[in-house]
């Protein structure tokens, strides 16, 4: 096994694409927050890798070939925003406000949760790009000095917290106005939360697809003011 890992090119893609595929279908027979497809595919891909004593090496030599489709599909989200357009300008001061602040408060709960766990600036910056797309956070991580494959599992699990929790949180918190649901997915579980966020409804995506974009350039600007802090 171990050979035919390390010398195909299309194991790792497609075991990776198939065990998303079954995750997805889960998710939709049986409508569960927690069958999350990301998840079940982590779940799924690290037990096979430790029961048949494969390295993740070898099984990443092929597999990290569908990270180069992760900038492509950020940039498709601008599709649902265009539609949104006339929405978005009349509603401009209150996005913005809402976009900062959500950047905001990320970046300074990890500045106040590193503080209290004693982390180290390596692993305090590796953590600071955390709410913002994969393909944006890992030159933001590697640029500060952090280590960038914890960077993008610490965006995965954000992704997937947004993903679950946020339907019973908007339920709890009663929050109901498609914009601010759109916004706070997106600004807070970047392309995860902006997927859900389009399940909700158009213009609940559309303001997923605005957060992603806007609160990864103003992450990217607030990451090296807050970096100096630690």
């Not at 539609?83 to 913005?96: D, I, S, W």
């Not at 949760?113 to 790009?129: D, I, M, R």
């Not at 019973?168 to 600004?187: E, F, N």
């Amino acid at each position: 096994m171990q050979s035919f890992i390390e010398h195909s090119l299309f194991f790792g893609p497609v075991i990776s694409l198939v065990v998303y595929e079954g995750g997805l279908l889960l998710k939709r027979k049986y409508k569960l927050a927690v069958l999350n497809p990301l998840l079940i595919t982590a779940i799924v891909l690290i037990a096979f890798l430790a029961l048949t004593n494969v390295e993740y090496e070898s099984y990443n030599a092929s597999a990290k070939y569908i990270s180069y489709f992760l900038t492509p599909a950020t940039v498709a989200l601008a599709v649902p925003l265009y539609e949104q357009l006339k929405l978005l300008k009349e509603t401009l001061a209150a996005v913005l406000c809402g976009l900062l602040a959500g950047v905001l408060t990320s970046l300074v709960s990890i500045f106040l949760l590193s503080k209290l766990f004693g982390l180290n600036h390596e692993q305090y910056v590796t953590l600071l790009p955390k709410s913002i797309t994969t393909a944006i956070g890992m030159g933001v991580s590697e640029e500060m000095g952090g280590i960038t494959a914890i960077t993008v599992a610490v965006i995965c699990v954000t992704g997937m917290i947004g993903d679950i929790t946020s339907e019973w949180l908007y339920k709890i918190l009663k929050i109901r106005h498609p914009i601010a649901k759109g916004l706070a997915l997106g600004t807070a579980s970047h392309a995860m939360g902006t997927a859900k966020a389009m399940e909700m409804g158009e213009v609940e995506g559309a303001m997923g697809s605005l957060a992603i974009v806007t609160a990864g350039l103003l992450t990217v600007v607030g990451a090296s003011f807050f970096a100096q802090l630690m």
